[in-house]
């Protein structure tokens, strides 16, 4: 069995810059392998992807790149600050090219996409170009450079949904992992540049998603995220893995298969677009008590006038409908949001309503940008960046100081109460406590307690919250 190293995951958009290993794999090549990534969960899912087609070349992992022969970072473009933060680690990674002039560096992902072979004239130290629907052409492409030329496959795919490829579980705890169910994105988010660098939606054959989530209960795991850009858009048209019958699946039903696995498999899923997410998602969300009470309903706005420059295809009225029927099919779920800043024309009348927008959710937690112009998009084709960065900073800092606000407010509400936690480890902080989920995604911090091990569900009775994490007991 694979043995899995490595920090807690981020619950984060955005993750920053963080190396992958695994144990050597059975026939090995004698050559290293690092991997680092950085942006959303769907990119460090597909470094799991990579890892896995190059552990099969016979390479191992490696945490440390001065001890590597071919170094991957898988980039993120959301925002201009992710792409910066890729260029500045190359930099560092060229010190070490210097170094050792046999390294191989590859970028994989969303910068490899845009860019394409603008890459390897921009960034001389780059040896291959690898876009996120290419992954199966590295070892090929690993050749080419071998042969002393420069590599580069960034060719977008209808169909690629890497479904056979059993990706090895790079940075988890060996308790919850992310399962990809779909690729690509056909939203066209003015402000969004994911689709250009993502490609066309397409959704994973439903029968590797649940031979990958058995496979994982199997080995241990108690939670699986579903991942896609849009996961309420999932829809898979094939013959029935039994009669061969002609079926569709849609995310409802996707759900249900994979929450009737075990009701000890605790199911998530990221992320829901307000106008795709049906009362059929919520009602299966209702009945099967290991779906978690837990939906990522991203806003961006509060205004239906910038909705509609953003191409959200919903208005301020429509989401608080969504809103309202959450609330009344699932008591109690929490719901967080991404919420943007400063987007082209905005009003300071707008923001405010992004700010009452965020009063009447209530949200539990948010994760907030402030607008960045993406080369390509819709909005940097159409619209003028006119919001200065200062008032642009100044919007953010009001949504920030809310979020806070109504972050605590949320925990607080636990307090008191016990409630079912995985376990998912030591706490980051000290290794004298646990940490782990409750069904609403909220972090808790406890004390280790005899008898309790990582993996294993207990509850929990909370006494006290700080901002971000509530603290308590275990109660037996
Ligand atoms: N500027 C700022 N934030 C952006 N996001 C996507 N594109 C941009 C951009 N150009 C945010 C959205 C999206 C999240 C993943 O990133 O809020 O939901
Ligand atoms: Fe981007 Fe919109 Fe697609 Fe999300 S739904 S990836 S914000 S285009």
């Not at 603008?118 to 290419?134: H, I, N, Q, R, S």
């Amino acid at each position: 069995m694979i043995d899995l190293q490595l920090a807690d995951k981020k619950h984060d958009e955005e993750r920053q810059g963080e190396a992958l290993v695994v144990d050597a794999p059975l026939i090995r090549n004698g050559r290293k392998l690092y991997i680092e990534s950085y942006g959303c969960q769907m990119n460090f899912a597909d470094s799991e992807i990579v890892a896995s087609i190059l552990l099969d070349q016979g390479f191992e992992t490696t945490g440390n790149y001065k001890e590597a022969d071919v170094v991957f970072i898988n980039t993120c473009s959301i925002r201009e600050n992710a792409e910066q933060r890729v260029r500045n680690r190359l930099s560092q990674f060229g010190v070490e090219k210097r170094r050792n002039p046999k390294l191989i560096v590859g970028v994989l992902g969303c910068m490899a996409e845009r860019l394409k072979s603008k890459f390897l004239e921009e960034e001389k130290l780059v040896d291959v170009v690898v876009g996120p629907d290419a992954y199966r052409e590295l070892p090929a492409l690993l050749s080419e450079v071998e042969s002393g030329q420069k590599a580069i496959n960034v060719l977008l795919s209808r169909e690629e949904t890497y479904a056979d490829i059993s990706p090895v579980r790079l940075s988890g705890n060996g308790i919850t992992a992310f399962i990809s169910i779909m690729r690509g994105c056909d939203n066209m988010c003015s402000f969004c540049v994911v689709p250009f660098t993502r490609g066309r939606e397409r959704s994973r054959d439903p029968y590797s998603i649940l031979a990958e989530a058995n496979d994982l209960f199997k080995r241990g795991y108690k939670e699986v995220t579903l991942l896609g850009q849009n996961v309420d858009s999932y829809k898979w048209k094939g013959k029935d893995a039994i009669e061969e019958a002609e079926t569709e699946v849609n995310f409802a039903q996707l759900l249900e298969k994979v929450a009737v696995i075990s009701p000890d498999l605790r199911i998530r899923f990221s992320t829901s677009h307000p106008k795709d997410i049906t009362d059929e998602v919520l009602y299966t969300i209702a009945k099967h008590d290991n779906i978690c009470n837990y939906i990522h309903l991203p806003i961006q706005s509060g205004s239906s006038r910038i909705l509609e420059l953003m191409n959200r295809t919903y208005t301020r009225e429509w989401y608080i409908n969504r809103i309202d029927t959450i609330r009344q099919i699932i008591p109690g779920c929490a719901i967080s949001s991404d919420i943007i800043a400063g987007f082209c024309t905005e009003t300071e009348e707008e923001h405010q309503e992004t700010l009452s927008m965020m009063d009447y959710v209530g949200y539990d937690f948010a994760f907030t940008f402030s607008y960045s112009e993406r080369p390509g998009t819709l909005a940097a084709r159409k619209l003028a960046d006119d919001i200065p960065e200062e008032v642009k900073k100044r919007r953010l800092a009001e949504i920030l100081l809310k979020q806070q606000q109504t972050s605590l407010y949320r925990l607080q509400q636990f307090v008191g109460k016990t409630m079912k936690i995985l376990v998912e480890g030591t706490s980051k902080k000290s290794d004298q406590d646990f940490c782990g989920r409750n069904d609403q995604n909220a972090m808790v911090v406890f004390p280790l307690t005899a008898g309790v091990k990582a993996g294993e569900y207990v509850n929990v009775y909370i006494d006290r919250c700080t901002s971000a994490t509530l603290l308590g007991t275990v109660v037996s």
